[in-house]
């Protein structure tokens, strides 16, 4: 299998006027509404793309942020035009998908770990620590492990609760694949999937906003988030290591160095994500899942449409709300492959 090697944060001169003009003007505005579904990780950022492209082109895209689990089971019983997710789907997913898929990567971001200590603001969290706390292995916030990274930090004698996600979600996908990469025991006993079998019974929040809101209320908690979510319900996040050894914060800057090196597969899909060299450690790409087959023409002629303004004008809007940008080089072979493969029946 090819790899598309591709610097995620640098623009790259590539000419995409034939496949836009073969998409349409952006400008030409159509009447059309998509109906869409999915991943939470993503939901500050698409909230702006379809108040923006109804602006532009008059599509109307309604975008329920259900979680990817939920979103990909939509996309499989064929009740939404496209699904968002942070997961790829798997292959048997794939093969229930009764009219093809295309993926289409919007955007990079990294997941943030929140906690709530009173009088604790900064912490540092160490890639042995940070997956025996969520295994379940450390569970008092004093224990010597976090203390000796937090030298001079007066941690408190409070049980460690940790919040995760209640629905199958892209955004936890992510966060337990780095936990897996990390520790081999935090992999065999937990391991990285969308709705993990947690330890110690941790508390449970629907998508990203319901995690935040838990952690914000609750004393000695613990979880993650998108970290716009973290921004949005001023959260306290930890500063984490990374593989050269620094404790570093989910800002825009480490996330567009931890995903500078990241390689795609043919089918956009990542190969090298769950620690990366360098930058914030945990980081992630979100997709469009849309069909190869629609049911008229002006249902693909619009979704085709979505797409060329997402992965164009959209892109704009990216480092405004912290995520990252598609590269403009994988941009262009993604609309190649959407006007190709994208159609009526």
Do not use: C
Not at 89 to 104: C, D
């Amino acid at each position: 299998m090819v790899l598309l090697k591709t610097i995620w944060h640098h623009a790259l001169t590539v000419t995409v006027a034939a496949v836009t003009l073969s998409l349409g003007t952006v400008g030409e505005v159509i009447a059309q509404t998509i109906e869409g579904a999915g991943a939470s990780f993503p939901a500050p950022l698409y909230e702006r793309y379809f108040q923006k492209l109804k602006e532009d082109t008059g599509i109307t895209v309604n975008y329920n942020s259900v979680g990817s689990g939920k979103g990909i089971e939509s996309f499989i019983s064929d009740t939404v035009d496209f699904a968002g997710t942070d997961a790829p789907p798997v292959a048997a997913e794939i093969e229930q998908m009764p009219k093809g898929v295309v993926m289409v990567p919007t955007a990079g971001g990294a997941v943030a770990v929140v906690y709530n200590l009173p009088g604790v603001t900064e912490l540092k969290l160490s890639q042995l620590v940070l997956p025996d706390i969520f295994a379940g292995k450390i569970t008092k916030w004093n224990d010597r492990r976090i203390a000796q990274d937090n030298p001079g930090v007066d941690l408190p004698d409070l049980p460690i609760k940790t919040v995760v996600r209640a629905d199958g979600s892209g955004t936890t996908f992510i966060f337990s694949r780095h936990l897996s990469a990390a520790s081999p025991t935090f992999s065999r006993e937990v391991g990285a999937s969308r709705k993990p079998d947690w330890p110690k019974n941790p508390l449970k929040g629907d998508k990203n906003d319901g995690v935040a809101a838990l952690v914000k209320e609750t004393e000695g908690a613990i979880g993650y988030v998108q970290d716009s979510f973290a921004r949005q319900n001023n959260l306290s996040t930890a500063m984490l290591e990374n593989l050269q050894g620094r404790f570093v914060e989910p800002t825009l800057e480490e996330a567009n160095i931890a995903l500078s090196g990241l390689r795609f597969y043919q089918d956009f899909t990542p190969a090298n994500e769950a620690n990366p060299d360098d930058g914030y450690p945990i980081v992630g790409v979100t997709w469009l899942l849309v069909k190869e087959n629609y049911e008229t023409s002006d249902q693909a002629t619009a979704v085709k449409k979505m797409v060329n303004w997402v992965l164009q004008e959209g892109q704009n809007l990216n480092n405004t709300l912290e995520y990252t940008r598609v590269p403009e080089a994988i941009g262009a072979k993604i609309l190649e492959k959407v006007e190709t493969q994208v159609a009526n029946q």
